[in-house]
């Protein structure tokens, strides 16, 4: 994402280091950069909407209750006190 951001606005950085292709006379062609973007929210979108509805399905089901367990108490035999 911050690829085509970057190349959409002209800017260079984060990607300094690399080739720049927003450079005058290296720039891709708009429709190219425009399919990229296309083809980025065809994959998101239904990818987002399929873990929205799993979501949902699962907020549907009901939970299963709790299991409660009594916590654990130490011995109270003195006997126990005065080993250690």
Known sequence: TAALVSISLGIGAPFAFEPRFGVPGHDEPLIALGLVWLLFYALTIPAYLAFDELMRERAKT???PP?????????TNPTHQAAA
Do not use: H, S, Y
């Open 67 to 75: 299991q409660r367990r009594r916590p654990a108490i130490a011995p």
């Open 62 to 64: 009901p939970a299963a």
